[in-house]
């Protein structure tokens, strides 16, 4: 089994910042997995946020956190991480990482990705 802890969530007031981070236990890291961070608000699909390969050198963003959010890892440590700058009310969601076995993908679909953590909350306050 492949197992994703997220941690790192909180409440936040807007223009802060929050570093997330995404633990993994199996297979995920020595496999060579690609992973991804998604988001879900309120009332509102799951979406993409951030996505990196498994060597670190290929990422994807969502439009709405480029330059805003950094997704890095270390695979040594097996975990990723999202750094959260200039925070808004609207990055308000729970936050998942997710696993993806084709590393060198960094893939915007949630149905590309093979295992999913429970997700740890992040509160934007205005």
Same mark, same amino acid.
């Given at each position: 089994q492949v197992q994703l802890v997220e941690s790192g969530g909180g409440l936040v007031q807007a223009g802060? @910042?929050?570093r997330l981070s995404c633990a993994a236990s199996g297979r995920t890291f020595t @496999?060579?997995?690609a992973m991804g961070w998604f988001r879900q608000a309120?009332?509102?699909e799951r979406e993409f946020v951030a996505a990196i390969s498994w060597?670190?050198?290929n990422t994807n963003y969502e439009s709405s956190v480029k330059g805003r959010f950094t997704i890095s890892r270390v695979n040594a440590k097996n975990?990723? !991480?999202?750094q959260m700058? @200039?925070?808004k009310p609207e990055d308000t969601a729970v936050y998942y990482c997710a696993a993806d076995r084709n !590393?060198?993908?960094v893939a915007v679909a949630g149905t590309a990705y093979d295992y999913w953590g429970q997700g740890t909350q992040v509160t934007v306050s205005s």
């Amino acid at each position: 089994q492949v197992q994703l802890v997220e941690s790192g969530g909180g409440l936040v007031q807007a223009g802060g @910042s929050l570093r997330l981070s995404c633990a993994a236990s199996g297979r995920t890291f020595t @496999s060579g997995y690609a992973m991804g961070w998604f988001r879900q608000a309120p009332g509102k699909e799951r979406e993409f946020v951030a996505a990196i390969s498994w060597s670190g050198v290929n990422t994807n963003y969502e439009s709405s956190v480029k330059g805003r959010f950094t997704i890095s890892r270390v695979n040594a440590k097996n975990t990723v !991480y999202l750094q959260m700058n @200039s925070l808004k009310p609207e990055d308000t969601a729970v936050y998942y990482c997710a696993a993806d076995r084709n !590393y060198g993908v960094v893939a915007v679909a949630g149905t590309a990705y093979d295992y999913w953590g429970q997700g740890t909350q992040v509160t934007v306050s205005s």
